[in-house]
């Protein structure tokens, strides 16, 4: 069985206090089991005052994680908040990686992190591991479909979840992940989780009611590059739709593009994040030819009531030890100057019967399910993701 401990902080200025919170809440001489490993969240500014560092040193196992804007516990909500959360089992091993940079090559440097990561759990080459928990960084040249899709491949399409990195900047300029205390621009932060662990995941984004009734074709396109829709450029299907102004996309980041990989598992929201020099639409994720996608809209109402249903259908599935919570950092600014409602909903749902850790995520990594019930790594944008441990 794996069990959730979580503790979180306000306290940016004074790191031994800091510290002193975190312990106190957790409680490790009561509640800590054989194995453990913790997950950190913070707004940026906890970094530079070593609060950061003076909380990992406190503990006697890994800590990775990420900067964000936003961020809870059963214990507390804000947006500028410090929270860890700790796994911890009898039966279940972990083992916390951090690859070197990934700058200029991505997928050496991924395959040396995980074989260090398997051969600290004693597992053969061959051996998937149960789970794997990602932290991300974000690279302008490196997406984040293309590191999850490295990590599937190496961790031969063991179920991934986790999150890119962001922070409270338009530019996400001091977003940052986090290994024992130190945090890194460049680097991808991993947890393998071996043995019985049971957990099911969840994935919700916009209604489907606002989406454009007729799907788009993607017939040619690179990656994450839309190049052609319905046989025509894109930047010309997107003008029938009204949706250009001076050859770039009005308000692109805010627009959800559902995406329906047409083999049987749900859509997942992309965004397009601008419109190349060259009239092609960069998005964020992948957008294969011959996938259908259609276009969409998000309002406030929508982030609350999607959150909601994702709730309501984990607390449908039983018992739970435990969550991790995903949403993507363009629901909370669709929130307005209430950023926190959302956060503060699912505080209301949860009404602490389970513990759980909520961050904002410049992009959520999370398995969806195949007709046959086997998971599929995915990359999304507009979601709120789910991990939930029985």
């Known amino acids: 069985m794996l069990k959730m401990l979580t503790a979180c902080t306000r306290e940016i200025d004074d790191a031994a206090a800091a510290a002193k919170e975190i312990l106190a809440q957790l409680d490790l001489k009561n509640s800590l089991l054989k194995n453990a490993v913790g997950i950190l969240t913070c707004h940026a500014y906890f970094l530079p005052e070593g609060v950061v560092k003076a909380v990992c040193d406190k503990l006697p196992f890994d800590i990775i994680g990420t900067t964000t804007l936003g961020a809870g516990t059963d214990k507390g909500t804000d947006l500028e908040i410090l929270t860890l959360s700790v796994l911890t089992s009898d039966d279940v091993k972990f083992a916390a990686v951090l690859t070197d940079s990934l700058q200029t090559e991505q997928e050496a440097p991924v395959r040396v992190a995980c074989g260090s990561a398997k051969a600290a759990l004693g597992s053969s080459a061959g051996t998937a591991p149960s789970l794997v928990l990602a932290y991300a960084p974000l690279l302008q040249h490196v997406g984040g479909e293309r590191l999850v899709r490295i990590v599937n491949r190496v961790i031969d ?10 922070d409270h900047n338009f530019d996400f300029r001091d977003s940052q992940v986090i290994f024992n205390g130190q945090a890194y621009r460049d680097r991808l932060a991993l947890v393998f989780l071996s043995g019985p662990v049971n957990c099911r995941f969840l994935t919700v984004s916009v209604p489907e009611r606002y989406a454009e009734k007729q799907n788009a074709i993607i017939t040619e396109s690179e990656v994450n590059v839309v190049k052609k829709v319905n046989g025509v450029p894109v930047l010309e299907y997107l003008k029938t739709l009204g949706f250009t102004r001076e050859n770039g996309l009005e308000g692109s980041k805010s627009i ?28 964020g994720g992948e957008m294969p030819t011959g996938a259908t996608f259609a276009l969409s809209s998000m309002d406030a109402d929508d982030v609350l009531l999607s959150a909601e249903q994702a709730l309501d259908k984990a607390a449908s599935l039983g018992e739970c030890n435990g969550m991790l919570i995903i949403p993507c950092i363009v629901r909370s600014v669709t929130l307005g100057v209430d950023q926190l409602s959302e956060a503060r909903r699912v505080a209301g749902k949860l009404g602490g019967k389970a513990p759980y850790q909520l961050c904002y995520s410049g992009g959520e990594i999370c398995p969806v399910y195949q007709p046959d019930g086997k998971t599929v790594n995915r990359f999304h944008n507009f979601s709120f993701a789910v991990c939930l441990f029985q």
């Open 157 to 166: 399409g063991a179920p991934l979840f986790g999150t890119l990195t962001c």
């Open 256 to 283: 959800p593009v559902i995406l329906d990989y047409n083999d049987g598992t749900p859509a997942v929201a992309r965004c397009f994040y601008m419109i190349s020099d060259e009239g092609n639409a960069v998005c």
